[in-house]
Every structure is written in C-alpha cells, then in structure tokens.
C-alpha cells in the first residue's frame, strides 16, 4: 500500500483560462461611480460646512501645535535652569528660537482667523480671542476681524443646517 496522495490537477485548458491576459493595459477599466451632487438645500449646505469644518480644523491643529511647541520649549527652559535629571534629556535652550516660535504661533493665530468658520462655536473662538487681543501680534486689524467674523455670521445664516419646517395650517 502507498502513502502517496494524488491529488486532481488542473487541465491545460482550465489553467490558462485563469491566467490574466498578456497585456493588462488593454483591458478596459470599469468606470467609478462619481460621487453624485447633494440633491437637497439641506444636504448642499452640509457639503459647504464639512468643507469649511476640515478647513478649521487644519488651522486649528496648527495653532494648537505652535503654542505647544512654545510651551514645550520654555518647559525644557525650566527643569534645565533648575538642574532638574529630566532637562538633560533635551539640548540647551537658546534664547534665539524663542522669536521664530512666537511668530509662528502668531502666523497660526491669524490664519485660524481668517480661516472661515464652520460652526457658531469657531466665531465664539474667534470673538473670545479677539476681545483677548491675541490678534495685536499677527498683523491683522480689528477692522478686518470684525469683517471676517460678520461674513462668518451671514454664511451660517444663511447655510442653515435644518430646514425649519414651514407652519403647518390646521
């Protein structure tokens, strides 16, 4: 008695049959389906504000970096002037970078500002950081600010993200 298992094999015709052609440039590619246009007013404004959304959010995460490397930089200051194990971990600080720091977190500030608002709560940021004065280093007026933020208004206004439904008569 043998051991040896036969397994059935494919036929010649049967294997080149699942082969892919000799040239696959020649196949024709199946067209993709073409994301179709928002039908309704409602679904049109919510493109326009998940546009706006992905645009401040960019502008947000990169405020937000340059104020954390700035502080990160004056934390590093710190434990190395007080001697501390954890400030050898990093270079010195040379007083030098502090200058191209804060004019990146104001660069990232004033673009954040100009950068349209998606949502009520991104005007409210704007108005807290404007009455804050954090706008005073960036180059921007407060002419300009308050432009921006009354053409942030009107959009919201009208790119509403509901309909209200219309009375109803009885």
Do not use: C
Not at 57 to 66: D, G, P
């Amino acid at each position: 008695m043998s051991n040896v298992i036969v397994l059935a094999t494919r036929t010649a015709s049967r294997a080149a049959a699942a082969l892919p052609p000799d040239n696959i440039a020649e196949l024709e590619p199946t067209p993709r389906r073409r994301a179709q246009e928002p039908q309704t007013e409602t679904a049109k404004n919510k493109q326009l504000r998940e546009q706006r959304r992905t645009a401040w959010n960019a502008a947000n995460a990169r405020t937000e970096y340059w104020k954390a490397r700035l502080k990160m930089q004056d934390a590093i200051y710190i434990v190395r002037d007080r001697g501390l194990p954890e400030g050898q971990l990093h270079a010195e600080v040379n007083f030098e970078d502090w200058t191209p720091l804060s004019a990146s977190v104001w660069e990232a500030t004033a673009k954040q500002f100009l950068t349209p608002a998606p949502t009520l709560d991104a005007v409210e940021w704007k108005r807290k950081k404007f009455a804050a004065g954090e706008h005073k280093h960036s180059g921007l007026t407060s002419e300009h600010i308050e432009l921006v933020i009354a053409q942030d208004l009107a959009f919201l206004a009208s790119h509403p993200m509901r309909r209200v439904r219309e009375e109803r008569e009885v």
